[in-house]
């Protein structure tokens, strides 16, 4: 079991930046997939971001690739999602998810075992 808990939403302005943070406990930290997801009000849930377990790749959706950075502290069982020159589309509530697969397809949500509470990102105009 893996236990996952998002922190770093808030409201922004346009242009703004904010880092999402994901502290993970249980399992074996350092051998999981991360991933972060969003679900805006009325859509589907879409990948983001996410790193392998050594932290050696790294995958973006072409909505946020150059704006957000996402990365791993091993020896602190966390995730990060820095993210800069947000846009008012960026809103949303932002999940954190885990897979110890070995199959693990980064991009695809049912590739997931674990996901945290979500925490909410508001960008304004």
């Known amino acids: 079991q893996v236990q996952l808990v998002e922190s770093g939403g808030g409201l922004v302005q346009a242009w703004g930046s904010l880092r999402l943070s994901c502290a993970a406990s249980?399992?074996?930290?350092?051998?999981?997939?991360m991933g972060w997801f969003r679900q805006a009000p009325g859509k589907e849930r879409e990948f983001v971001a996410a790193i392998s377990w050594s932290g050696g790749y790294t995958y973006y959706s072409d909505s946020v690739k150059g704006r957000f950075t996402i990365s791993r502290d091993n020896a602190k069982n966390t995730v990060y999602l820095q993210m800069i020159n947000l846009k008012p589309e960026d809103t949303a509530v932002y999940y954190c998810?885990?897979?110890?697969?070995?199959?693990?397809?980064?991009?695809?949500?049912?590739?997931?075992?674990?996901w945290g509470q979500g925490t909410q990102v508001t960008v304004s105009s």
């Open positions: 249980g399992r074996t930290f350092s051998r999981v997939g």
């Open positions: 998810a885990a897979s110890g697969r070995r199959n693990w397809l980064a991009r695809l949500f049912t590739s997931y075992d674990y």
